[in-house]
């Protein structure tokens, strides 16, 4: 692709057009009309944690920067508390678009690799299907050692009085470790998971298809 | 002058009678205000206190009436005597309201009243009962400048009203801006869609009503005359005259959309693929005509991009252009945008703009633009660079921050370049400016009013015609002349008609009001008119040249010659005239000065100094009054006179006041300057011009600058003058008291 014909996709309908027949609920993105109170109203933007907040991403998709917007980290940044959609002047469900935009990024490869919640996201649900019970131990062992042994130990001994606590509460299982406590019926859980990917991929491949 | 026999009311209502003795008020009446027939009653607004004044005017002879009880703006329903000279002393809001009702202040509360009974007594002696204009006309036709949307809807609504109208346009066809759309904006549920103008309604229905006369390819030759007896010459395509006798005029000459060859920055005039709205309005009525498809000029290629450019030429800082925004061109360009979006979804259509301004329910207009796909960028346009058959669009991006953001291969670009308003010649234009070119000046008068003033209505600010904002949006200062429409303000097809219809009913009251002799607003049915007695004149012109309504002209001797029709009763001529020789029959030099000489000045030892208080009767005297009404309390040494407007202030009043042992004069009118609140417009402009040079005065008399004060005050300063009043009774307590007491 020249650098002309690139400069020409910009600010056209294109990638808008993507994200309202690939994203759910991206055919509300269109309906922004960039008061900002999303952002102002977002409280992990307070800590400054989103490079773009909702309504730039809107326009970002409006403007046609679809490699920004994909592999952008701030969807990732979102926690569902719902204060963008309770005050969205124009009513757009601003948290869903925000899921469904980091689900397609994530679809399509393009979502950033170490970002933490995608991390946790996969290591959660890897974590419950596997079993069908979440082994908590495992999972935030998981996230400590995300970057690797070192910060994994460090990271374990920064949250070591609060695991002792939860030991003598009686929290904390550590022979969670190995195996863990599991559903009864796994067999039934990991059909109905196959079944339900199943009808899921063939969804999303026939609207990827057109 | 005939006899006149003066009768005085006190009333005992409201309170006055525990608060006040009124039997002392009564012989004052008689002793200092010496009126042969004083009474009290106990209600006097009810039937049997009205039965009785009326008693007294038919059968004791009564012909000069003073009213002691409330507010001259209370019960004038039932203290209405047409024929008699009616003065008020203020009582109620002026005194027991505005005083508390303690043991200590009972005895300056009563001075107070007191003092109110004698000037009353003084003013209805100076008065006689205004009989009305005598030079009137009764045409009750109106004339009606401009055949576009105002225009035609103003036509329709006077003759739906019941009076005929004569409808001059300059073109050959009615219909004006509008009717060169292809579409209007909705103004009707569910706002989704660009809607038919109802220009052709409107023509059919000028030119089915036999109460309508047209005029078209005409234009003004000459206006002369008043509201009422205005003698109009209207001048056709053939170069003949035809004279028409008119009431009222509506000038509703629109607006030409700002010139886009301003802005070559933007591509203006540099490729026939930038138009202005106009010129897509072209394209779309062409496209209509045909396979609905609009079309590129330059070669004729469908259109598969269109970028709109909002504020083109509009809210510029920098000077050049027009600084204001028009109002109308967002939900313009949302429409336009429809026009190619409701016919193929497929046409990139964006629009750039720095603010979306979409009054009236285009905020609905606007969402159904976002469901139908136009893309709205908030962005500043820097540059249109038009190449062969398409342009790029180099512009700021606002919210994502790139100043360097283009779009590329636009085959059209739309500017929204706002509204010029036709209001012909400024009159105001400072000759040797127009001769230096440094102004633009349009040459064409389009009234050609045969006023001393100049051949048009006065401008306010970027040409458009001047009007009372807040109050009185139709009325310009010349009375009887409305402007209505785009030349008034920028607006929108919406706006314009409710515009058409207010100035249409504004102009039959005016002609309404001339026939009767009686003044238009603000004043509205006052009989008085200024009456200048012409042996004591100095042809000093003060007078015609600060008439703000252009009422009084000059003969061929220069003496001033008063068109009582035009006049709006507010008495700057009175206040200018330095040899005071005009007055109204209910106001004048000499009601306000004998007033001011009634009040009793105790002597400099008492500590009783007195402050007189000249208030604008539009807004600080209802200011005053609803002060009253909610008990805020205020000095009892104040003497309040109600004046027409501070430019009827003249300066002889305060060298009075002060020669008479008045320790301080408060002046408060309206706000003046560009954000005028004057009701005469530039009233209290000219009545502070007047007063800036009271220092001088004050300084012969060897007088501290303090004991004048300006004051502007608001209809809304209810609780703030009080307290501007106190402040100023205490700072001059530490002046001291005046060395004129007791002379």
Known sequence: ?210 | MADIKVAAYICKGCGLGERLDTDALVKIAQKDGKVPLAKSHDFLCNADGVAMIKNDIANEGVTHIMIGACSRRAKTEAFNFPENAVARANLREGVVWIRPDTDEARETTQEMAEDYIRMGCAEVKAMTAPAGNPNTGGSKTLLVVGGGVTGMTTAIEASKTGYSVVLVEKSGALGGWAGKLYKRTPVHEPYKSPADTGVADLVSQVLADSNIKLYLNATIAKTDGAPGRFVVDVATESGATHTEDIGAIVQATGFTLYDMNKLPELGGGKSPNVVDQAGLEALASAAAAGDGVIRRPSDGAPVKSVVFVQCAGQRDTTGQHLSYCSGFCCNASIKQAMYFKDVNPDVDTTIIYTDLRTPGNGEDFYRSAQEKGVIFTKGKVAEVMPMGNTSTVKFNDLILGDTDASMVDVDLVVLATGQVPNSGVNIELPAEAAEAGTVEIKPISILNLSYRQGPDVPQLKQGFTDSHFICFPYETRRTGIYTAGPVRRPMDIAQAREDATGAALKAIQALENAELGRAAHPRSGDLSFPKIRLEGCTQCKRCTVECPFGAIDEDEKRFPVVNESRCRRCGTCMGACPVRVISFDNYSINSVGAQIKAVDIPDEFSEKPRILILACENDAYPALDMAGMSRNEYSAFVRIIPIRCLGSVNTIWITDALNAGYDGVMLMGCKSGDEYQCHFVKGSELGRVRLSKIDDTLKTLNLESERVRDLEVAITDIERVPEMINKYAAELVAVGPSPFKGF
């Open chain 1, 1 to 210: 692709m020249s650098a002309n014909t690139a400069v020409a996709e910009k600010y056209r309908n294109n990638f808008l057009k993507e994200i309202e027949e690939q994203v759910e609920m991206g055919d509300w993105v269109k309906m922004c009309m960039q008061c900002g109170v999303c952002s102002g109203s977002c409280p992990t933007n307070f800590q400054s944690a989103w490079e773009h907040p909702p309504q730039e991403l809107f326009m970002m998709i409006l403007a046609g920067k679809r490699e920004e917007v994909l592999t952008s980290s701030s969807m990732w940044n979102c926690t569902s508390c719902y204060n963008c959609i309770v005050r969205c002047p124009r009513k757009l469900p601003i948290t869903h678009i925000m899921h469904g935009i980091a689900e397609y990024a994530h679809r399509l490869g393009m979502a950033p690799k170490m970002q933490p919640t995608r991390f946790f996201s996969g290591l959660f649900w890897k974590n419950c299907t596997h079993t069908g019970r979440v082994n908590e131990l495992k999972l935030s062992l998981g996230l400590y050692f995300k970057d690797g042994f070192v910060q994994g130990v460090k990271n374990g001994m920064a949250m070591q009085a609060v695991a002792i606590g939860l030991l003598k509460a009686r929290r904390l299982n550590p022979f969670e470790l190995f195996g863990g406590h599991k559903c009864k019926d796994q067999t039934g859980i990991q059909a109905m998971l196959k079944k339900a990917y199943e009808i899921e991929r063939s969804r999303k491949t026939a609207k990827m298809a057109g």
